[in-house]
């Protein structure tokens, strides 16, 4: 691309040096830098990218974009900006020339259900025979194949890129899990959002956000950065069963819609009945009333399809062809799934590391477990990250009769630190706490009685355990399967 063009996208106090006509790509990482591109200097939370321009320079940069003059050796235009990261947001659109205006574009956001949600729309897009892209906590998914990424939502670069790349495939749409931080630190700079959705907001990343005020208003961007352009049909979807949604429902002109199990909605629950491998339910929309049975279970689920509703109604879609593909989904990998075994229990594996999300992990449960069995729940939460919910985590899962309390990627924490936390929520006496989450989980089927059920929450998908700086391979569901094998066989 040629620089000048490139570079006329952003306000500059200053060039110092010769640019050179053109440059092939642009990077912020200095490892991984092509010759002749241009390299931009973000201020991280752990370095300073300015450090790293010369290392950039060595690899074969020629334009820097920095916020201070620096002093490199070697052939190199500078170009001095106000906020690097504000740069980057620009320029990466610029560069991969706006993908997202060319597809139609759909962030999901929430505390809990955003993989969910997200995943839902994706398969149903692909059953409905279109092409489609998603990303977010599991990776990048494109045409089937998964792509690793370090973040829900990935930086201003990485996210340009995949929305490029999701265009060049052929792709109708993406789907984008939108996290918080994604928000607030600018990550998602330059995508042009078609529709916007919103699960849910309760306690979590205090540690990052400070107040769930503050939490709630990173979300809140996704929807003022839905724009104003009214030549495009945009919607915003919003849970009506949330209060943050009419905060939300404020923050876009676009018009709203709605959906829940309590209030008022456009798309709306009701007579739901909910067994260990089916939920059915009516679904109440604005062309009519339609039965609906799905693999999806607990009510977090119906959330979940509702929101996709919407989202597909916006687009016009019929509703017999959007329930078609409901009633086909298969469950979401690691929410609520049920481990496929032979032992005398029922095991699901599950991804809630919220209070709020372990409330409805357990409530999913709860319809299908007969009063003499026990309802066992593993949890475990994180080192070295927001404290402030380990013990309402506990709280919640004292709902089940039985706790395993333990850890989930405890890096450089202690494991009694992190139990002892936990601990102090609960409202019960029936548990136990175990740092080592492989005896946590051999503990659990140990305790577990035919007829049982057990959820080991907090791993979902995740097939590791990060203690240190290492990950360790780890998987709850075989750890239980076999220790349930030497049990009950
Ligand atoms: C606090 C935070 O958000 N950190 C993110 C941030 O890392 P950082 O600030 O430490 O970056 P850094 O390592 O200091 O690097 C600064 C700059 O120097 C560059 N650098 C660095 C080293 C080098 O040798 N050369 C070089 O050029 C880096 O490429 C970067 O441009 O930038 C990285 C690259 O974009 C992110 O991967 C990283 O996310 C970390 C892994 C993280 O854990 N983030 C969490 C808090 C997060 O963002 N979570 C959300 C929500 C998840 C959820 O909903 O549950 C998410 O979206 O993932
Ligand atoms: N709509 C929902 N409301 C409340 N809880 C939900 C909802 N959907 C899923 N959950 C619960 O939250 C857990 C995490 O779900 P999911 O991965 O979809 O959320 P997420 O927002 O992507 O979380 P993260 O950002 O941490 O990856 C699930 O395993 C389930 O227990």
């Known amino acids: 691309m040629y620089t000048e063009e490139l570079i006329s996208a952003i306000p500059f106090k200053e060039i110092i040096g010769q640019l050179p006509n053109t440059i092939v790509d642009i990077s912020i990482d200095s490892r991984s830098v092509q010759p002749k591109s ?111 990424s370090a973040n829900t939502t990935s930086d201003a670069l990485s996210t340009q890129q995949m929305i490029f790349r999701a265009k ?29 959705v919103f699960t849910n907001l309760t306690h979590d990343h205090l540690d990052f956000h400070g107040t769930m005020e503050e939490y709630g208003n990173a979300k809140g961007l996704l929807f003022s950065q839905l724009g104003q352009d009214f030549t495009k049909n945009k919607y915003a979807v919003l849970n009506s069963d949330d209060p943050w949604s009419e905060k939300y429902a404020k923050m876009t002109s676009y018009p709203i819609l709605t959906y829940g199990l309590v209030n008022d909605a456009v798309f709306k629950a009701e007579n739901c009945c909910y067994d260990d491998n089916l939920t059915t339910f ?43 593909q409901i009633e086909d989904l298969a469950p979401v990998r690691g929410r609520m799934e049920k481990v496929k075994t032979d032992l005398p229990l029922k095991i699901f594996i599950d991804y809630a590391h919220t209070p709020d999300a372990i409330e ?40 089940a009769d039985y706790v395993v309390l333990t850890t989930d990627d405890p890096r450089f924490e202690e494991y009694d630190s992190i139990t002892g936390d936990l601990a102090k929520g609960m409202l019960h ?28 929450a907090g791993k979902g998908h995740e097939d590791y355990q990060i203690i240190g700086n290492t990950k360790y391979p780890h998987s709850d569901a075989e750890i239980a399967i076999e220790a349930g094998r030497l049990k009950f066989v």
């Open 38 to 148: 241009l390299f931009i200097c973000i201020k991280g939370y752990t370095v300073d990218g300015h450090d790293y321009a010369q290392k950039a320079v060595e690899m074969g940069a020629t334009v820097i974009v920095t916020e201070r003059q620096l002093q490199l050796e070697g052939e190199i235009a500078q170009i001095i900006v106000q906020d690097t990261n504000r740069a980057l947001g620009i320029l990466a659109a610029k560069f991969f020339d706006y993908p997202s205006t060319d597809m139609t574009m759909i962030g999901v956001t929430g505390t809990n259900g955003k993989t969910s949600v997200s995943g839902i729309i994706h398969h149903m897009l692909i059953g409905m025979g279109e092409k489609s892209a998603v990303s977010g906590t599991i990776g990048f998914n494109l045409n089937g194949i998964l792509y690793e």
């Open 168 to 196: 060049m495939e052929g792709c109708h749409a993406m789907v984008m899990e939108v996290s918080s931080h994604g928000l607030a630190l600018g990550r998602l700079a330059g995508v042009d959002y078609d529709i916007a």
């Open 429 to 456: 006496e029936n548990y136990a706490c175990i740092g080592d989450r492989a005896e946590a989980v051999r503990h659990a089927v140990s305790v577990a009685d035919p007829g049982d059920i057990i959820i080991f």
């Open 360 to 399: 409805k992990a357990i409530n999913a449960a709860l319809p299908y477990k007969k009063p003499e069995n026990k309802l066992i729940f593993l949890v475990g939460t994180g080192g070295n990250r927001d404290k402030s919910k380990r013990p309402a985590m506990a709280e919640k899962a004292s709902i």
């Open 282 to 324: 009516d679904m109440v929309t604005p062309v009519g009333t339609f039965p609906v049975s799905m693999q999806l279970i607990g009510e977090f689920n119906v959330y979940n399809v509702l929101a996709a509703t919407a989202v597909f109604y916006a687009q016009g879609y019929e509703m017999d062809v959007i329930i078609e």
